[in-house]
């Protein structure tokens, strides 16, 4: 008959664990033997249920060493877990193949595009001439795009900024011309109005080296009392001098934009240039038509004022010599690193 108590029973059965504990040589290893040393279902607690087999007296001092040697069994998992830890983190700290000594990798970081750098320019020379900066929708209401604009439908004006409809009968603006009315409308009829708008604008065009569908403009607006042609005429002349890094000389050609009346388009060489050096078409402009005074609520018996669109992107190929406007959002890296 075996002479075997279940004391034997428990203290066979910690031995072995405890030595299984130790001899394990990875943090799986410790993970297996710690589910089934210390399992619900397990030996230890297989034990526990006989309690009911021994003698009164004997069940809670052998209840006591169970749990004393699960404990211990516990204890003994943590223990190596933590050496298991200690040894990989030393290894990682010897591992030569990191040095903290070599010298880091230079960082690559962006730079800004050549539009944003031109319109951020445009913003400094303007908000220096009084001007503040104002914002309006991409997407913009016919009425807005055009009718505001003196430019009804089937006028024949409609067809000088071929359009992106869309189906919801909105357009995606032509021009930033839209942000004129706004700009107006928002004064609620009290000048003096000075404000540029850049932005984003779309025309469904067949792109080639100086058209896009997509391309940048600044409007630029001054609406008080007395304002005149000549007050538009010193105002660009000044931007562009400090826009370009150096004094020009403009002339004005008339041109017919629906929205102004007289209208010009404006061109500009570096004031000094002989006779016959070539000048250079930069923006359209003009005196504000009284219907868009109107239509933007200020009185036209009262006030009047010039309003302005440039072209940024062709702006920006003057600036820094870039033969194909294409270029400017083609998102190519050889083009853009080298601004
Ligand atoms: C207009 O868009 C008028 N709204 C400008 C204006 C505002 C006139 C206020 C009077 C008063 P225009 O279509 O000419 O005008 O365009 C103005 C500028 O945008 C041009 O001088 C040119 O620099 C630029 N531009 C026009 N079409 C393109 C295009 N497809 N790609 C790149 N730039 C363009």
């Known amino acids: 008959m075996s002479t075997t108590t279940p004391r034997d029973e428990l203290e066979r059965l910690s031995r072995e664990a405890l030595a299984a504990i130790e001899a394990a040589e990875s943090g799986e290893q410790l993970e297996q033997i710690e589910k089934t040393a210390l399992a619900r279902k397990g030996p230890l607690m297989s034990l526990m249920r ?4 021994l003698p009164a007296e004997e069940r809670a001092p052998f209840g006591q060493a169970v749990n004393a040697a699960r404990q211990s069994l516990e204890e003994a998992v943590v223990s190596r877990r933590d050496a298991f830890t200690a040894q990989r983190l030393a290894a990682e700290a010897s591992d ?5 000594s070599e010298p880091a990798r230079p960082l690559s970081h962006g730079h800004l595009h050549p539009i944003t750098r ?11 001439l009084g001007f503040s900066v104002v914002d309006g ?30 189906d919801s009968g909105h357009v995606m603006r032509t021009h930033t011309s839209p942000v004129q009315l706004r700009a107006m409308q928002r004064a609620e009829g009290k000048p003096p109005v000075r404000v540029i708008a850049p932005g984003r604008v779309f025309r469904n065009e067949q792109p080639d080296a100086t058209h896009e569908h997509t ?6 607006l001054m609406v ?20 370009f890094g150096g004094s020009v000389e403009v002339r004005l050609r008339p041109h017919y934009f629906p929205f102004v009346e007289p209208g010009f388009e404006l061109d500009m060489r570096p004031a000094g240039s002989p006779d016959d050096a070539p000048w250079l078409e930069i923006l359209g402009c003009g005196m504000v038509h009284p219907e868009v005074l109107r239509a933007g609520g200020m009185d036209p018996e009262q006030v009047s004022g010039f309003a302005f669109g440039m072209g940024l992107d062709r702006l920006a190929m003057m600036r820094f010599g870039i033969e194909d406007v294409r270029w400017m959002m083609s998102g190519d890296l050889r083009f853009l690193q080298q601004f």
């Open 50 to 53: 006989g309690i009911k087999d």
């Open 96 to 100: 030569t193949r990191f040095d903290p």
């Open 118 to 128: 031109i319109r951020r320019e445009a913003e400094e020379v303007f908000m220096g």
């Open 137 to 166: 929708p991409e997407v913009e209401t016919e009425a807005y795009n055009f009718d505001y604009l003196n430019i009804p439908s089937h006028h024949p004006a409609r067809d000088m900024q071929d359009t992106m409809w869309l």
């Open 215 to 220: 391309f940048h403009q600044v409007e630029g």
């Open 224 to 243: 008080d009392e007395g304002v005149s042609v000549a007050d538009m005429k010193a105002v660009l002349r000044l931007a562009l001098s400090r826009l």
